[in-house]
């Protein structure tokens, strides 16, 4: 068993925004955490190590490009990220696999997730398949309840996949048995993934809100943001290829369509002034097939798109996060 639960990335790409690498969990002080869950719980042995584990450190190397600089004008933004603030972000690295033991990451990963929640930071995870924010979700256990928000082409709701109940085509339907996740709402659906008619009708039953991206394009995202609850408690998972193809193309199942840019900083923005969003991740971006490295770019944009909302929201501003949480769990 390693000492630590994570390991730093690969020397060449560096940290996420060249923050520095804490892979002590234990001896953690922090606003934000970049945690990278690169293998997910494989169908088959081809998938142990696909193009996806390359993701984490492929959009930490693109961190000059996103970001030239924490001092620079944001026009996402209106302003430098961090609007003025002191905000402590941290890389914690990626989660330690082992050959001999495929799913062994999942419980390190687990255990890393619940120790950045328990030190207060924001957690914000790269992937990785979308079986990665699995062991997340679990660890989430004691916050709720959290109404899921999920950005994808797919619907997710697979119960198993040759025998295997943890992998890519499963996170929603997972998350669903989870008691401390009420509302799910998932927006950009479009094409056909894996889902059967006994998936859309378990989401239904379950009363998740499935949002096609057509439904999207003719109403708008700020209907969409309307129709989540305002001040609850809210994770944002991401799979890449629910994202418009123009700036997310490395996905190993495109479709055409999808959720626009500004429709995804519309959500985010949104998302973050309603409540508290307690944690989002990014996942299934191979990028081999990316064109001029636009898909990790536009990954790099939404997360700092994210920490610059959640800067000018007052997540970090450590007199007032008290009193902050008290009021949205007198909400519940």
Known sequence: MPMFLTQSPAQGPGSFLRAPVITDLDALQADVAILGIPYGDPYSIDEVTNDQTRAPDAIRALSDRFCRGRERWDFDLGGPILAGRDVRIVDCGNVIADPRALTGHYARAEQAARKIFASGALLITLGGDHGVPIPVFRALDGKGPITLVHIDAHLDWRDEVNGVREGYSSPIRRASEMPHFNAIFQIGLRGQGSARAEEVGAARAYGAHLIPAHELHEIGMRAVLD??????????????????????PAVMAPAPGGVTYDQMLTLIHGLVRKGRVVGMDIVEIAPSLD???????????LIVNFIG????????DRAAEQPRRERVSAAD
């Open 227 to 248: 129709r989540i609850p305002d001040g609850g408690r809210y994770y944002l998972t991401i799979d890449a290829d629910g994202v418009d193809p123009a700036v997310m």
């Open 309 to 316: 909302s959640a800067a000018r929201a007052g997540y970090f």
């Open 291 to 301: 064109v001029n490295r636009i898909t990790c770019l536009t990954a790099g944009r």
